[in-house]
């Protein structure tokens, strides 16, 4: 298996400029996460979908963030515009449904610089 | 809600001399608990898990960790530690019944030294 993959790896745009970064997802996973790694706030779940539904985007920090999720193969996250302070490492994640614990799975990350 | 406290931000350890990663969360609820550890520029994977059951945990790699519920820790262990163990741990936690949730510590960075 492939793992969940993520594009770009690395990103270096200019404040203000549309930044959108991809996931796919490990292949009969059902459930999808993005995190935010950055000093200052560690490791914060930002969205989650179920189903390609968003199940929880209360960790979204602002109207600048969006994320879609239009087949189950394939994740966006968006930030447009784009400021010095979304520079981060982003993670994708995915894990099976069922009932108790499931792993979840992360892709190796998206560094993200804005300058 | 749930939190995790990770004590220490960086512990240096002389190669193989044991080791402890201290973690401690509060939570209201019943809960699962985790330990990842990253290696550099790359993502996050899962060392070991407490769901329910026995309170010591074994993992990947040596690794074991012990659940307090007393004392609310779920500290990280491994007895003899190698270069390659060097890398930054995270400690995180969800409610029981499902991970979808984590929230995770501040990581601590073990540094192994020759």
């Known amino acids: 298996d492939a793992g969940v993959i993520q594009s770009p790896r690395h990103e270096v745009t200019e404040m203000g400029q549309e930044v959108t970064l991809r996931c796919k997802p490990i292949s009969g996973h059902d459930y999808l996460f993005w995190y935010r790694q950055t000093m200052m706030r560690g490791l914060e779940l930002l969205i989650y979908f179920n189903n390609n539904v968003p199940i929880d985007d209360s960790g979204m920090p602002e109207d600048r963030f969006s994320a879609k999720m239009p087949n189950a193969s394939f994740s966006t996250l968006k930030i447009q515009p784009s400021e010095p302070r979304d520079s981060a490492v982003y993670f994708c994640?995915?894990?099976?449904?069922?009932?108790?614990?499931?792993?979840?799975?992360f892709g190796p990350g998206t560094r993200l610089t804005v300058l | 809600a749930q939190s995790v406290t990770q004590l220490d931000s960086q512990v240096p350890v002389f190669e193989e001399a044991p080791v402890e990663l201290r973690c401690n969360y509060s939570s209201s609820v019943s809960v699962y608990l985790f330990w990842y550890v990253q290696y550099p520029n790359q993502g996050l994977q899962l060392l070991l898990k407490y769901l329910s059951g026995s309170t010591l945990v074994k993992g990947i790699n040596g690794f074991e960790a012990e659940f307090n519920k007393s004392q609310t820790s779920f500290h990280l262990r491994k007895p003899s530690v190698h270069i390659s163990d060097t890398a930054e741990y995270f400690c995180?936690?969800?409610?029981?019944?499902?991970?979808?949730?984590?929230?995770f510590g501040s990581g601590t960075q073990l540094t192994v030294l020759p």
């Open positions: 994640a995915s894990s099976i449904a069922g009932g108790g614990y499931n792993e979840q799975f």
């Open positions: 995180a936690v969800s409610p029981s019944g499902s991970a979808r949730q984590l929230t």
